[in-house]
Each structure stands twice: as C-alpha cells, then as structure tokens.
C-alpha cells in the first residue's frame, strides 16, 4: 500500500521557538493532505487540508497564522508551529488520500512537547 | 457539516466475548464508512471499511453492519483477544478529496 511519512516523529521544543513537522507520500503523488490534531485520550481532529499549488484551508478555531502549511510539491507538506506554547503539544498527524473512495494513508505522526 | 456519534466510550469484555461498537453519522451523502484501531503513540491503523453500496462485511473475526436508513454502522468483533485491546474510531467521508470526520473513540479492553 501507498506509505506516507512524517518527521520528526518526536520534538521538544522551548516555549516561543517554532517547530516545523514534515509530511511526505512516498510512493504516490498526493495533490491534498489533510493534518491532524490529537490531544491524550481524545480523537483526531482536523486542523487543514493542504493543497498543493494554493492556500491551506483551516477548521474553524484553527489560527492559520500560527499553524502555517506549505504544499510545496506534489510529496511534501509541511506544518510550521510558530510561537509554540505548552497548549500546543499534541499528537500532530498527516494524512493522503489514497485515490479511491474514500481511503487515507497516515503519517506515524509527530509528538510535540513545548516546554 | 458531517458529525459522527460513537458509543460506548469505553468497554470491556472478557477474552473470546463479542464486542459491539456503535457509530451514527449525520450527512445522508456519506459513502464511506472507515473503522480505525489505534495503539499509544500509533498511527489509526485501518481494520476494515464499508462503502455505501454494501450492508455488511465481514473479515475473519471483524465484521461492519451498515443501515443507510437509519444512518449508523457498527464493528462487531468475535472471539476477542487481548491483543485488541486499543482504541477504535469509527469516521465517515463523502468524496475522496474531503477529511474524514471522526468519532470520539471507544476504549476496548479485553481481560485474560
């Protein structure tokens, strides 16, 4: 099956400083990713889709000044923490579709611990 | 938008019980229905999925019921094994190019 991954799969970063996590597919060209957020024993949520050529959409609540995505090619995708503070960390996720229906393929995530 | 409902939170059985996780969804053009296990610190792993055009499938001890009408699906595990314990999310997705939306996760433990 098609592989996406993510890196850094682990990040401890100081509170102010920026952290960027990126998304790759490997093996298949993905024109849209999608980025998640998971905080401990909640689901995933949505933050962006990601699309290559043009502007991020962001959810609702999601401040797009602070999560900045950049699609830069048709394999990469990245997520650009800036000014992280201690609320941020989370388990951060990325996902592709998969050209199908409906199937998506997961990153290993990221795990951000701002201190 | 789609708002997925899933139950229980939490659940536990003994080893070779069933298991029975409930999920509904709100928007009647969902066509894909998606059931994820997820271990600590893991990625969603994908354990089986339905498609609209389909009322039930099944695979080995994991089947998915689906009733369009009343817009819920379920994951019916058999036989159950330590080794499921984790956590499952059931999601809904209407086209290829949209997220899937999640439900909030059922906890299964299963107790040797």
């Known amino acids: 099956g098609a592989v996406v991954s993510q890196h850094p799969s682990r990040v401890i970063c100081k509170s102010g400083t920026s952290v960027k996590i990126e998304c790759r597919s490997l093996?298949?060209?993905?024109?849209?990713m999608f980025w998640y957020r998971q905080f401990p024993k909640q689901s995933l949520m949505l933050m962006a889709t990601?699309?290559?050529?043009?502007?991020?959409?962001?959810e609702q609540g999601v401040e797009k000044d602070k999560f900045l995505i950049n699609h830069a090619s048709l394999t990469l995708s990245t997520l650009t923490v800036t000014s992280a503070h201690p609320e941020d960390s989370s388990f951060y996720i990325c996902?592709?579709?998969?050209?199908?229906?409906?199937?998506?393929?997961f990153g290993p995530g990221t795990r951000l611990t701002v201190t | 938008g789609e708002n997925v409902e899933q139950h229980p939170s939490t659940l536990s059985v003994q080893e070779g019980d069933s298991a029975v996780i409930k999920c509904t969804y709100s928007?009647?053009?969902?066509?894909?229905f998606p059931w994820y296990k997820q271990e600590l610190g893991k990625r969603p792993q994908l354990i089986i999925d339905?498609?609209?055009?389909?009322g039930e499938k099944k695979d080995q001890r994991i089947a998915v019921t689906l009733n369009k009408t009343a817009k819920h699906f379920s994951l019916h595990i058999t036989e159950t094994q330590p080794e499921d314990s984790a956590v499952y999310f059931c999601?809904?997705?209407?086209?290829?190019?949209?997220?899937?939306?999640f439900g909030k996760g059922t906890r299964l433990s299963v107790i040797a």
């Open positions: 996902s592709a579709p998969g050209g199908g229906l409906g199937e998506q393929y």
């Open positions: 093996d298949f060209q993905a024109t849209t």
């Open positions: 990601s699309n290559e050529g043009s502007k991020a959409t962001y």
């Open positions: 928007d009647s053009a969902s066509n894909y």
């Open positions: 339905i498609r609209s055009n389909v």
């Open positions: 999601a809904a997705i209407h086209s290829g190019n949209t997220p899937l939306v």
